[in-house]
């Protein structure tokens, strides 16, 4: 089958071909997609799962690799008699091997906030959204090729999550040796916001210790939470990092996603739109940093 965003390698073999279908069309150009489903997550977190012309085509990714959804609201204010047109970056993070579809997951906000969020969240099957081509992050892929972890750390918060799913999703899928050993820790405000648990209980599962996953909540912990091993309640702290993280060495690498505010606390740096640049040694600090935390070990997502 055929694969939306194939890697850079595979276009250059074959650049002649590459704009004469839409699976292989530029970087940056958008194509139409339909809604196969909007399923609620709990809260107000809802999975979009969005059709490809080819049953046969696979959209592929990368570790951070974000594509852009827009369309046009007409649940806007009166400043917009025409309606809004709203763009936003979403990670995809359906299995690899998915053919004919791939998922994104979406937040919904009460207004002000979230236009986008909420105009996704009303999707109904069958309308359509123009969704541009996969666009990787070098630096992420560079970065982890020249490091080749053998441990790998993810530290999130909040939508920070679905970037988690993402890498542990392309990394199990390694298999055997060549799969890093994964520590995800996360941080949420409720047991409302673990939107993904299931999914990465059953990837324990099928790949018996190579994922580990310890989950705090800052508010609104249920009863009984805490009971179980990998719970907590609180904010991520240095100790809590240095406990559930790997040592660092030089075949660990720490993945950071994330609100502003929770990077900045986490490794000294900055999320904006989850599009920042790699932390570089000048910038590298945070509860990482205090933990012995290399700067050219944290990447941020």
Same mark, same amino acid.
């Given at each position: ?10 276009? #250059? ?21 339909? /809604? ?39 649940? /806007? @204010? ?24 791939? %998922? +994104? /997951? ?8 979230? %236009? ?12 359509? *959204? ?24 993810? !530290? +999130? ?35 409302? @916001? ?16 190579? *994922? ?7 508010? %609104? ?18 100790? !809590? ?10 075949? /660990?690498? !720490? *993945? ?6 929770? +990077? ?26 205090? +933990?012995?935390?290399?700067?050219? #070990?944290?990447?941020?997502?």
């Amino acid at each position: 089958g055929r694969r939306v965003g194939a890697r850079s390698e595979e276009r #250059s073999e074959h650049a002649a071909a590459a704009a004469a279908t839409h699976e292989r069309a530029p970087r940056g150009s958008f194509f139409e997609a339909r /809604v196969l489903r909007n399923k609620p997550l709990g809260g107000n977190t809802r999975l979009l799962r969005l059709q490809l012309d080819d049953p046969g085509a696979r959209l592929e990714y990368g570790p951070g690799t974000f594509l852009t959804i827009r369309g046009l609201s007409l649940a /806007v @204010d009166e400043s917009y008699p025409f309606g809004k047109r709203l763009e936003e970056p979403f990670l995809p993070l359906q299995p690899p091997d998915r053919r004919g579809h791939f %998922d +994104v /997951v979406v937040k919904s906000y009460p207004y002000p906030r979230g %236009d986008v969020g909420r105009y996704l969240a009303g999707m109904r099957q069958g309308e359509a *959204l123009e969704v541009s081509m996969p666009r990787p992050r070098p630096h992420v892929e560079a970065r982890l090729a020249a490091l080749k972890p053998r441990r790998l750390g993810l !530290v +999130v918060a909040g939508s920070g999550m679905t970037a988690a799913v993402q890498v542990a999703r392309l990394a199990l899928a390694q298999g055997g040796d060549e799969a890093p050993e994964l520590f995800i820790v996360s941080s949420d405000r409720s047991d409302h @916001d673990l939107f993904y648990v299931r999914e990465m209980e059953r990837l324990q599962r099928e790949f018996p210790g190579k *994922l580990h996953i310890h989950r705090t909540l800052t508010r %609104d912990a249920p009863a009984g939470w805490g009971c179980r091993g990998g719970e907590g309640t609180g904010r991520l702290c240095a100790e !809590v990092l240095e406990r559930h993280l790997p040592e660092p060495g030089d075949d /660990v690498a !720490v *993945l950071v996603c994330g609100p502003d505010a929770f +990077v900045h606390h986490v490794a000294g740096g900055s999320a904006s739109a989850n599009l920042a640049p790699p932390i570089g040694p000048e910038g590298a600090g945070g509860a990482l940093a205090a +933990v012995g935390f290399a700067p050219e #070990s944290v990447i941020v997502l």
